[in-house]
Every structure is written in structure tokens, then in C-alpha cells.
């Protein structure tokens, strides 16, 4: 391995990292692989290759796909075979699944997700009404919440916890898949439904409680995704990529950890932590870069503490986002302003927090949509101490690329 990246998104989200791993994997000729390594299926990042040209929003796959890139799932990466099927169907659609693309290496160690974790989440969510966590509907948290439980019975005995890994599901035949199915929700799902105490359970969602085509279908989508994946043990694959790129989901002040902004977190690690993992798993030692996007404003989905907040008009009122649109789930996309001072912060903690002797990190920034907002020389800027290369872009394509109009620009980021 030659060059590590590490691309971080520095704020609630959006920032633009499937841009940006797009953009970085282009401008590398060598063999490459984007690993996703946290969150899962609720990750959306869009990628256009030209302004009116192939788009594709990934989910399952790196955005690094496009420039050629192989992907690895890591071990925290959650797994929704329902999902990973649509977007292998959109992926046909711009021609990208063929004999040799998309390669995707997954770490048998993986956590997935089942349709009972979906209903879950989607019927909890529902019965909170106007005061909803902000969570996609996508079984996320549920999923981890099922893995920190305990076992589950099939025919009087215990043949598989439920932390039960992908790798372990896919040799399990189909009807023992379809009996794990079975217990899940005998052993687990109703008693989780029962705890969490749903008032109003959704009623087209509970019929599908008792779907047995349901179970059967799924079982289908997850024995389908095993033909286009490879199933590998760790992340040794990693040590044959001469360029390795980590595409970080959700972004820095959604992190697990981050107190000052729970409950309405994801559950997992949005930094550095997990990219850090892994390379001292393989034993790596030697630079990173880690690439920190925003964009010269600040979104979030959801609810949850918002510093910053302004109406979409204090921004640009015109501008339209062709993925952010408005959906059950998340609502309309919020919108603020960079605080600089915080901002830094941000960047900084994550940084020293992920200190390793034998792993030097260094920063640098991307920052994006300039042409909605042309604002990006914040005060983030203003103070001389450590050099840190910036670059910017004005148009969401690769076609548009990214400039350096001030080359390198010292930034105050005191390590």
C-alpha cells in the first residue's frame, strides 16, 4: 500500500464525501479499493461523473466505483441485502455491472440487517410522531440493538447467537436461513416490539410481522448479493491495493461518542477511529491523509441540536438538491452557517483523539458546493499556524473537478 485516504465528512452529513472519494480515486492510475467501514445502508452518496452525465447514488458500493475502484466492506459496516439488490439494479442502468465490475470484497465478520429490523425501526419511528429521533427507516440502530442482545433458538437449540455474522449466515442452507428467520422473530423481534413499548403500531407493518413470503424473499435477496460479492476473512485483501480509500458515512458531530449533540446520533464511529482499526489490524505504518469535506454551509436531517440554523434563503433560496429531497423519514434538509472556531474543533479532536505512533495523519480539506454559496474563506482560515492544502469545487461533478485558488492556506489547527 502506497497511499491511504481517509475521507471524513466534517459536519452533520452531506458534505459531499461521495464526490470527493470519486474525485480522489480518479486522480489515482494504480490498483485502488474504497473501504466502507461504518453505518450502512442509510449512507447515500452521489457521484456524477459529468454535469448532465452518469449519476449514481452508492450505498453498499465505494464511490470510488466510477474511477475503477475496487470496494471492501469492513466489519462495521452494516449489511441490507434488500438494499444492496436495488442498487446493483441502478448500477446496470449505467452500465457499471459487468464481468469485472463492480468487485466488492466483504468481511465475513459483517453485520446485517433483516426486514424485522426495518419494521421495527420504521414502526417506532412512526408511533413518535412529531417528536421522531430523525432515523431513515432503514433498521440501523435496530440492527445494532439485535446484535448486543443475546441468543436465539432454532428445534430447542442454540445454533447461532444474534450477533450471527454474514459469513456464518451464507453457509447455512436455505432452510435453515429461513428457520433463523423464524426464531429471530419468536425469540427476539416480538419481545423487542413489547419492550419498546409501541402505543400505535403501523397496521400495514404489522401484517408484514407475519409475512412468510416476506422471509422467503429475503432469504432469496441475500443468497442473490452472494453472487456478486466475495466473502473474505479480515482485512488482509486490503495489503494487495496499491491505493486504499476509506469513505467514512454520516459525518464528525454524528458520531457515537459526541455528547454534546445525543441522542440524535448514529450508531457508530464517523472519524478516524475505525479507518485506524483496521490499518493496525493489516499492521500498517506510514502516512495517511486524512481528506476533511464540507460544504460552505452546513446541513443536517432530522431532528436534533443544530448550531448555526438559518432558513434555506439566509443560504441560496434557488438552489435545489437532487437527492436531499424531502421524505417521510428525515423531512426537508436543514440548513446553517459555518462557525469557524467549532469547526476547527471538530477536526482537531478527531485528529489528536486518533493519535497513533506509527500512523502519521495529515490533514487536508475539501470544500464543496462553492457555486450555492460562495462563502468558503470563513474565518476557519484567518489564523496562521499549520499549513493545510484546500481545495474547492464549484459544480457537483467530476467533470468540474476541484481547484486550489490560494495552493496551500494556513489554517490555524494547533495538534
Known amino acids: 500500500m502506497k497511499n491511504i485516504e481517509v475521507v471524513i465528512g466534517a459536519n452533520f452529513g452531506d458534505e459531499g464525501k461521495g464526490q470527493v472519494t470519486d474525485y480522489i480515486a480518479n486522480t489515482y492510475q494504480d490498483s485502488k479499493i474504497v473501504v466502507l467501514h461504518n453505518g450502512g445502508s442509510q449512507r447515500a452518496h452521489t457521484v456524477q461523473v459529468t454535469k448532465n452525465g452518469t449519476r449514481h447514488i452508492f450505498r453498499h458500493v465505494g464511490s470510488g466505483t466510477l474511477a475503477g475502484a475496487a470496494t471492501f466492506i469492513a466489519k462495521d ?26 468487485r466488492i470484497f466483504i468481511d465475513g ?3 446485517f440487517t ?13 408511533d413518535r410522531g412529531t417528536m421522531k429521533h430523525g432515523s431513515c427507516g432503514l433498521g440501523i440502530f435496530e440492527t445494532v440493538a439485535r446484535y448486543n442482545y443475546g441468543d436465539v433458538k432454532i428445534k430447542e437449540q442454540i445454533i447461532a447467537p444474534f450477533c450471527l455474522s454474514i459469513g456464518t449466515f451464507k453457509h447455512l442452507s436455505k432452510i435453515d436461513k429461513i428457520d433463523f428467520l423464524h426464531a429471530l422473530k419468536n425469540f427476539y423481534t416480538d419481545k423487542r416490539i413489547n419492550n419498546t413499548k409501541i402505543a400505535n403500531f403501523d397496521i400495514s407493518l404489522e401484517k408484514l410481522l407475519s409475512n412468510e413470503q416476506m422471509i422467503v424473499n429475503f432469504v432469496d435477496d441475500f443468497e442473490k448479493m452472494m453472487t456478486y460479492v466475495t466473502i473474505v476473512n479480515g482485512p488482509e485483501i486490503l495489503t494487495t ?6 469513505e467514512n458515512g454520516q459525518g464528525l458531530l454524528l458520531d457515537q461518542n459526541n455528547k454534546k449533540y445525543f441522542p440524535h446520533l448514529t450508531p457508530s464511529n464517523t472519524g478516524l477511529t475505525n479507518p485506524m482499526q483496521i490499518l493496525n489490524e493489516i499492521d500498517y505504518k506510514g502516512f495517511i491523509t486524512a481528506n476533511y469535506v464540507s460544504r460552505t454551509y452546513v ?9 448555526g440554523e438559518c432558513k434555506k434563503s439566509a443560504i441560496n433560496a434557488d438552489m435545489f438538491d437532487e437527492t436531499n429531497i424531502k421524505n417521510m423519514w428525515q423531512d426537508d434538509l436543514r440548513y446553517g452557517k459555518i462557525n469557524g472556531k467549532r469547526f476547527k474543533e471538530h477536526i482537531i479532536e478527531d485528529i489528536s483523539n486518533n493519535s497513533s505512533g506509527q500512523i502519521i495523519v495529515k490533514p487536508k480539506l475539501y470544500i464543496t458546493h462553492c457555486n450555492e454559496y460562495d462563502y468558503w474563506d470563513v474565518p476557519i482560515f484567518n489564523h496562521i499556524h499549520e499549513e493545510i492544502e484546500t481545495l ?12 486550489t485558488p490560494f495552493g496551500h492556506k494556513e489554517i490555524d489547527l494547533d495538534f
Open 299 to 307: 446541513t443536517r436531517h432530522g431532528a436534533g441540536l443544530f448550531p
Open 77 to 102: 459496516f452494516i449489511i441490507n441485502p434488500i438494499i444492496f439488490l436495488q442498487e446493483i439494479e441502478n448500477l446496470k442502468k449505467v452500465g457499471i455491472v459487468d464481468a469485472n465490475r463492480p
Open 114 to 126: 433483516t426486514p424485522y429490523d426495518m419494521i421495527v425501526n420504521q414502526a417506532r419511528e412512526i
Open 392 to 403: 474547492i469545487s464549484y459544480g457537483p461533478s467530476r467533470s468540474e473537478g476541484f481547484a
Open 241 to 246: 491495493f496499491e491505493t486504499v480509500i476509506f
Open 109 to 111: 465478520r459483517c453485520r
